[in-house]
């Protein structure tokens, strides 16, 4: 009795284990696309040139990042977006986080 219900249970435990899996690593994805964008913005602030800019957040986002600085007058906007494969071959979700930062007065326009 207890092999049969091992048995029926065992499908739906490696389930689980593998959307909890598969959770984990969205999210880590997805925080480090945030936490790339959020430096990337500060740096650009600062005044930083595009180029480092792009270096540095390319250094901190997930591997296959796409990254975008722009500005827009005093603001500069610095999106990191990467497709995730959580599961492996099984098809992969779009992630992106995006900041914002003013540029401080002394940074280069």
């Known amino acids: 009795m207890v092999t049969a219900e091992t048995a029926v249970v065992l499908p739906v435990l490696l389930f ?3 959307a909890a899996v598969a959770v984990v690593t969205l999210l880590g994805a997805q925080l480090r ?3 790339a964008a959020r430096e990337g913005a500060r740096a650009a602030a600062r005044g930083e040139p595009d180029a480092a800019v792009s270096r540095l ?3 901190l986002a997930p591997d296959g990042a796409v990254i975008g600085v722009t500005a827009d007058g005093d603001e ?3 999106t990191v977006a ?4 959580p599961l492996g071959p099984l098809p992969s979700l779009p992630l992106s986080g995006t900041a ?3 540029r401080e007065p002394d940074g280069a326009g």
């Open 76 to 78: 500069v906007r610095v």
């Open 33 to 35: 696309c945030v936490d």
């Open 16 to 18: 689980v284990l593998a």
């Open 100 to 102: 914002v930062a003013v």
């Open 57 to 59: 957040v390319a250094r």
């Open 82 to 85: 990467v497709r995730v494969a």
